[in-house]
């Protein structure tokens, strides 16, 4: 009951553009402030949910502007030993009451939260790894709970750090009809093809959106404007990836293999 009342609180602030903070964020904002101050805590609790008569997917996203990767642990199992920036990946195997997942960032601390209730559904949770502020490289926490999916739905995120006027706007293919979409929202869409923009007044970045029936997609504005650390330019996440995005990725991949093995092959005739 208890995490029903706090995914029903949580989905309404989130309707009225306000994103109010868990127990085990609030936790987390307190091991990144530890962290600022130059401590490495140990652990740090929070809690999420898992009933293995339901459906639970974890999906862990990092927006967090650095060239130094994110190590993901599930108790003392790695289960991701490198989440790039502006990556995303989904966990789907067991987790159990008591559980902890541990984050790990470039040796700045640790941060943990503990499995501990049980949902009465299916859900999705969301786990953005971002940068506290933009004049310090701490690390903070945004989250969102995708319940009772009956269509598409789509969170927009806001994880930007720094000045900007940029909207996020979403228009379906073939349709004239374009909507701005609020950061920190949610929005139920209708299956089909859509465009995503970034835009500001000097520039636009166009990403592709295939709604499929159920599913939860998540956007988030990353980067940072900082005067004093490097500035990371302003983009979009999305995830899941588009059909169209996977395929170029995949076509990408055996391409640079084929340029090394030339590129071998040249050295090794000279």
Not at 1 to 18: D, F, H, P, R, V
Not at 171 to 176: G, I, M, P, S
Not at 244 to 264: F, N
């Amino acid at each position: 009951m208890a995490w029903a009342a706090w995914l029903l609180l949580a989905s309404a602030n989130l309707a009225a553009g306000i994103h109010q903070a868990s127990p085990w964020e609030l936790r987390l904002a307190a091991l990144t402030d530890l962290v600022h101050l130059g401590h490495r805590p140990a652990f740090l609790q929070g809690s999420f949910v898992k009933n293995l008569d339901y459906k639970l997917k974890l999906r862990i996203c990092s927006a967090y502007p650095a060239d130094a990767p994110v190590q993901v642990d599930l108790n003392e199992v790695t289960i991701r030993k490198a989440l790039e920036y502006k990556s995303c990946f989904e966990y789907t195997g067991d987790m159990r009451s008591g559980d902890n997942v541990n984050f790990k960032v470039a040796g700045l601390g640790s941060g943990s939260f503990t499995i501990d209730d049980l949902p009465k559904e299916d859900a999705v949770l969301v786990l953005v790894v971002r940068r506290h502020d933009k004049a310090s490289m701490a690390v903070s926490f945004t989250s969102h709970v995708f319940a009772r999916l009956s269509g598409p739905q789509v969170a927009l995120l806001d994880t930007f750090q720094g000045s900007s006027d940029s909207v996020v706007e979403i228009q379906q293919k073939e349709e004239d009809k374009t909507e701005t979409l609020r950061y920190n929202s949610v929005m139920a869409l209708d299956e089909g093809s859509y465009k995503v923009t970034l835009h500001d007044r000097d520039s636009k970045q166009e990403y592709p959106l295939e709604a499929e029936s159920d599913e939860a997609y998540v956007i988030i504005r990353c980067g940072v404007d900082s005067e004093v650390l490097r500035s990371y330019k302003e983009e979009l996440i999305l995830y899941p990836a588009s059909a169209d995005d996977k395929d170029a990725k995949a076509a990408a991949y055996p391409m640079a293999i084929s340029w090394a093995l030339l590129l071998a092959l040249v050295y090794g005739a000279g």
